[in-house]
Every structure is written in structure tokens, then in C-alpha cells.
């Protein structure tokens, strides 16, 4: 059975939503970020990414990670395309072109949009007041953001999804990391397209199942 390595409340999420869709079973373990402890090397700590029988699994100390009949992989893009190619369409590639172009929107997702989404999730927080130096740089990431955002925006407005006209992996990948500039309206108020797309991938029972799991993990 695939076993998944991360807290839900973490990149695994899109791996989970992944499972959920395929219908693959997986067994969850609950390694937390040493960020979120006051003391992750304490001795009644939980299992953490700075505890030594994590760090043997991912010398990097990052989570997720999945062991595989037999394979033991990091990075949670690389994890999703994998898996979906493993088990194939509709989730998965049908072709080599399909395959290619899964990944260049998986790419465009972890370098071109993940970076600043991460920057608005960290210090925009509605109803609180944020300092003159964080202000400045909500704005600038919301502002590099608008770029790659139009692009995906008039993409999805001419094809309703990323690859193959059907919701893939490719969607996965992308509305999990979109999902984390979703809070900030001033900047998702311009994209239409993007809106109307994320409202249907994440109405979907696999994202919901992920979701509820999600919410039952300690914040």
C-alpha cells in the first residue's frame, strides 16, 4: 500500500486529493513541520521533519514523501505526476504530448506561481493589520503574480481546463497552488476564469474528502 508522509495541512494535500480521485488506498503518516513546534527536538515531541527517524527517510527534512512497492520519492509534483502516470487517464496522461504538457504546467505551478502564492498565504491575513514592510511585499508578489495568473486565466477560459479538456493532475497541481493567493481578493477579483475554475475543482468530493481531513488536523 502507498504510504504517504506528511500532515494533510502541508503539500501532501494535492498528493491526498490525487489518491482520493484515483480511488487508491494509502496510509497516512502524520509527520508535522519542526516550524509549527515550540520544540520539535524535544523528547515527547511528535514526529516532526527534524526527528531522526524522519530525517532517514528525507535527508532534507521536508515532507511530503511516499514509499512505493519499493520507492522512496520526495517532492510533492514529481509524487502527483508519477502516481498519475502510474495509474493512468483520466487523471493521467493518454499520450507522450499529454505527458509533456502535464508537467510544463506542473513546472509553471512550482516555479512561476508557488513562490509569491506562498508570500500572499504567510502574511496576508484578512481583518488584521499588517506592518509597512509586509504591506509592500503583498503587493509586489500580487503584482508578479498577475502575469502567470493571465496566462492560466485565458487558457482556461479558451479550454476549461489545463490539459486535455479534462480535470487531470495538471489541475491538481495547479488549483492546490493557486489556492494559496485564493485569500487575497484584490487579486483574484481579476481573473475570472481562474475563479470559476478552482469553485469547480474544489467542489469536487475527492478535494472535499481531502478538505474535511484537512480541517481535522490541529492548525
Given at each position: 500500500m502507498l504510504v504517504i508522509h506528511g500532515v494533510t495541512r502541508s503539500r501532501a494535500s494535492r498528493i491526498i486529493w490525487l489518491c482520493n480521485e484515483i480511488g487508491l488506498p494509502f496510509r497516512q503518516v502524520p509527520v508535522i513541520q519542526a516550524y509549527r513546534l515550540a520544540d520539535p527536538d524535544a523528547p515527547d515531541a511528535p514526529l516532526n521533519t527534524r526527528s531522526p527517524a524522519f530525517l532517514k527517510l528525507s535527508p532534507s527534512g521536508a515532507i511530503p514523501v511516499i514509499e512505493d512497492d519499493?520507492?522512496?520519492m520526495?517532492?510533492?509534483y514529481a509524487i502527483n505526476h508519477y502516481l498519475a502516470r502510474k495509474h493512468g487517464a483520466p487523471f493521467g496522461p493518454m499520450d507522450a504530448v499529454e505527458d509533456a504538457l502535464m508537467m510544463q504546467w506542473s513546472f509553471y505551478a512550482a516555479t512561476t506561481v508557488e513562490?509569491?502564492?506562498?508570500t500572499l498565504l504567510f502574511l496576508h491575513s484578512r481583518g488584521q493589520a499588517q506592518s509597512g514592510e509586509d504591506q509592500a511585499l503583498i503587493a509586489n508578489a500580487a503584482e508578479r503574480l498577475i502575469r502567470p495568473?493571465?496566462?492560466i486565466d485565458d487558457h482556461l477560459a479558451r479550454h476549461g481546463h489545463l490539459v486535455g479538456g479534462r480535470f487531470?493532475?495538471?489541475d491538481i497541481n495547479?488549483?492546490?497552488t493557486i489556492r494559496y493567493a485564493q485569500g487575497y481578493g484584490p487579486l483574484m477579483e481579476e481573473f475570472p476564469a481562474i475563479r470559476q475554475?478552482?469553485?469547480d475543482a474544489q467542489g469536487r468530493p475527492a478535494f472535499q474528502k481531502m478538505w474535511q481531513a484537512r480541517l481535522a488536523e490541529p492548525e
Open positions: 519499493g520507492l522512496l520526495s517532492e510533492s513562490p509569491d502564492a506562498l495568473f493571465k496566462v487531470t493532475v495538471a495547479m488549483a492546490e475554475w478552482l469553485a
